[in-house]
């Protein structure tokens, strides 16, 4: 049985190449999927990219990914700071969690943005990368699975 990866991508990150490009990059939502799936294939897992701006949706993503998954790589984006919904889902999960975020959240000119209250429940956090950070958090997935 092939194992999954859930990538899920909370607000705004849809408008990733276009929005802020001076913090997150020109590089695009649709580029960040095709290279997970690169990493992924490398590494023998199944896929599952999605993006919300809801609140709710994400925590049924969650859910959805809640058990049997190889993990999940979440970029909670604005869902970091208050989202306690999305974060009691994470909870439930039994997969290792990564937390992603395409800029380095410690040295953003915002305080309150280095404070994720995902981070209480992810396996691990990368945070500055850009879109690589995506492929590592994914190659770490994969290297967990294999055992």
Known sequence: MTKTVHILNGPNLNLLGEREPEIYGRTTLADIETLCRAEADAHG????????????????????????????????????YAAFPVLDALKAVDCPVIEVHLSNIHRRDEAWRAKSIMTAVSTGIISGLGA?????????????ARG
């Not at 998954?69 to 979440?74: D, F, L, N, Q, T």
């Not at 492929?135 to 994969?142: E, P, T």
Request: charged share 15%.
């Open 45 to 80: 897992l199944e896929v599952v990219f999605r993006q919300t701006n809801a609140e709710h949706e994400m925590v049924e993503l969650i859910q959805a990914a809640r058990k049997g998954a190889a993990g999940i790589v979440i970029n909670p984006a604005a869902f970091s």
């Open 132 to 144: 690589q950070g995506y492929a590592l958090a994914v190659r770490h997935i994969g290297t967990l």
